[in-house]
């Protein structure tokens, strides 16, 4: 199993509509946990830390569940600067931090 | 945010050169920092964690004779591919730590494209 899983896609979806990514993670014992989004040949870029009680930023809303160890996140009313790949991100057992493959996403005018 | 700088952002260089790529954190101090490479299509793989004023700790399969890391400073962390081979290619991208109230986050430079011909 890895460390960390999420379905690659893509999740082609139209302006303005609402999309959801999970995550799951093997590790019980991470205690921190980060959605990244990354472009095409460019570097990840912080979209945000995942706090227990949840946390939102504008129009991403991102969700920690442990008992069932997995992350989610969600974005409303998608724009197309949003279409790129959107990592999940588990700290390991020496804190470093493992990345998922990645969920691709498209969003069409 | 943070901001952490990569230099050069694009190198070509010829088989059995060495490569040194620098990778900075300009507004932040970070005592370590992390160099990842990432092949097309796959995600990114830790090759080495970079602590300040120590030496690095490479993951199981990178060559640490070949990948030297060197963290001289609080902002500093360098990267030098030795005897570069076209299997290297590929792009190499480093991240500093911010750490704040037992908290931290990783902030990635904005990667060095490498073509060994």
């Known amino acids: 199993r890895k460390e960390v899983e999420q379905d690659p896609g893509p999740f082609n979806v139209p302006e303005g509509a609402t999309v959801a990514f999970n995550c799951t993670y093997s590790?019980?014992?991470?205690?921190?946990f980060f959605w990244y989004r990354q472009d095409c040949r460019k570097e990840p870029k912080l979209l945000m830390s995942v706090y227990s009680s949840g946390n939102e930023d504008g129009r991403f809303t991102a969700q920690l569940n442990r008992a069932s160890q997995y992350i989610s996140l969600l974005i409303r009313d998608s724009k197309l600067s949003d279409s790129a790949t959107y990592l999940c991100?588990?700290?390991?057992?020496?804190?470093?931090?493992?990345f998922g493959t990645g969920t691709r996403l498209q969003v069409f005018p | 945010g943070a901001v952490v700088s990569q230099h050069p952002s694009r190198v070509i260089c010829k088989s059995g050169t060495s490569v040194k790529i620098e990778c900075r954190s300009l507004?932040?101090?970070?005592?370590?920092m992390f160099w990842y490479r990432q092949f097309p299509k796959q995600s990114l793989m830790l090759m080495a964690t970079s602590n300040e004023g120590s030496k690095a700790t490479y993951e199981q399969g990178v060559e640490k004779d070949k990948f030297l890391i060197n963290h001289a400073s609080l902002t500093l962390s360098t990267l030098t591919v030795t005897s570069a081979h076209p299997e290297d290619s590929s792009f190499y991208i480093c991240?500093?730590?911010?750490?704040?109230?037992?908290?931290?986050?990783?902030?990635f430079g904005p990667g060095t494209r490498l073509t060994v011909t």
């Open positions: 991100v588990v700290n390991g057992d020496t804190d470093k931090l493992i």
């Open positions: 590790n019980s014992a991470s205690q921190s």
């Open positions: 507004d932040f101090q970070a005592t370590t």
């Open positions: 991240s500093a730590r911010k750490t704040s109230g037992g908290y931290y986050e990783q902030y």
